[in-house]
């Protein structure tokens, strides 16, 4: 699996002139080579390919990354751009939204007869398609939130404030097998649910309010992500039309999907229901992205992109209406890309009831 990677980076820099390639993302370093620590860097040639990280992972790197050559560093920002100095490679690829500017310069300082190119997204864009291991372990990281919140389930009740839910939320979530949370598990209620990225606070739960969450759980480096919207005792009349026009546009944006569109037809298919429902300036973010490694990958589910959907693609569809000082309704499911639509990989059910 991983060889086959390696390959795909080599046709890549082949096509481009590269003799080399530094990557110092960690989540491409994992892709690439396995390692699970938060300390490493790669320099793939096209030939070769060597692993370096210091003598707090060398044991760990051993025994997880194969296809490299493991060296250890004392002084990462001194000894590797003196190894690359030595490999003598004249034109080398380095992630230019990885690589801070001070390193690039020590990097540019030790290298002054070789040409540094400035990659793009491509590395991202690799980890796009997913293969079989990586949609079992999202899927899995799927089960286990689902698991959680129906664990946290009998303890939604007026009086509960949002922080000590997102914290019982996140205990459940490792305590059944989950690696740690995708992110801070954004509990909010009432009118703070108009918050697309609010922090859980010390405000309780009321009848017929809505509440938001949005969690995930990490299984084998991989994420899920979902956004579940209710309200105890049924939402009044105005959100629980909120409600049905976001669903509607949820259910609109998973029909769209499949192979060979544009992601911003997925992107229009969901915003035109909210626009034509006169919702559209309350709906200001995109309509999805990409999950794995990283809770935010690609593809971008937006107006503005580029990208051409395929199969094997996992990206989130998550439609929303925030109403400032009345509250916000998000509807969030995992999709998998067949080679005819889509199938939901997250087990929250979006229906007004929870089922795992």
Avoid at 164 to 172: K, P, T
Avoid at 180 to 204: E, W
């Amino acid at each position: 699996m991983r060889d086959e990677r390696i390959k795909r980076v080599r046709a890549y820099m082949e096509e481009k002139g590269l003799e080399g390639l530094f990557v110092s993302s960690m989540d491409n370093i994992r892709y690439l080579s396995g390692f699970t620590g938060s300390a490493g860097y790669i320099v793939i040639t096209l030939k070769e390919a060597y692993f370096f990280t210091d003598s707090r992972y060398t044991l760990q790197a051993g025994a997880e990354v194969s296809g490299f050559r493991i060296e250890e560093v004392k002084r990462p920002w001194v000894d590797i751009p003196g190894f690359l100095k030595d490999l003598g490679l004249k034109r080398m690829g380095f992630e230019g939204a990885y690589l801070s500017f001070d390193s690039y310069h020590k990097m540019r300082e030790a290298l002054p007869g070789s040409e540094l190119v400035s990659l793009g997204d491509e590395l991202d864009g690799m980890r796009a398609i997913k293969d079989d291991h990586e949609i079992e372990a999202i899927e899995r990281a799927a089960g286990i939130a689902c698991t959680a919140i129906m664990d946290v389930l009998p303890l939604i009740k007026e009086g509960v404030s949002e922080r000590d839910l997102a914290l019982e939320l996140e205990y459940r979530i490792r305590k059944e097998g989950g690696e740690g949370v995708s992110f801070d598990p954004i509990v909010l209620s009432g009118r703070r649910t108009a918050l697309p990225h609010g922090k859980p606070s010390s405000n309780t739960i009321g009848s017929r309010e809505p509440v938001l969450i949005d969690f995930g759980a990490v299984f084998d480096g991989y994420h899920s992500d979902e956004t579940w919207t209710f309200a105890i005792d049924g939402f009044d009349r105005e959100m629980e039309r909120i409600y049905m026009v976001v669903k509607e546009a949820h259910d609109s944006a998973l029909e769209a999907v499949r192979p060979g569109v544009e992601a911003k037809t997925i992107d229009g298919a969901a915003r035109g229901v909210i626009e034509r429902a006169g919702y559209g300036p309350f709906f200001g973010h995109g309509t999805g992205h990409g999950v794995g490694l990283s809770v935010h990958e690609r593809p971008k589910i937006s107006p503005y992109s580029t990208e051409v959907i395929r199969e094997g693609m996992v990206f989130t569809i998550e439609p929303a209406i925030y109403i400032p000082d009345r509250g916000g309704v998000r509807i969030e499911d995992m999709v998998l890309v067949t080679n005819k639509g889509c199938r939901v990989l997250t087990r929250v059910s979006k229906d007004g009831a929870i089922v795992c």
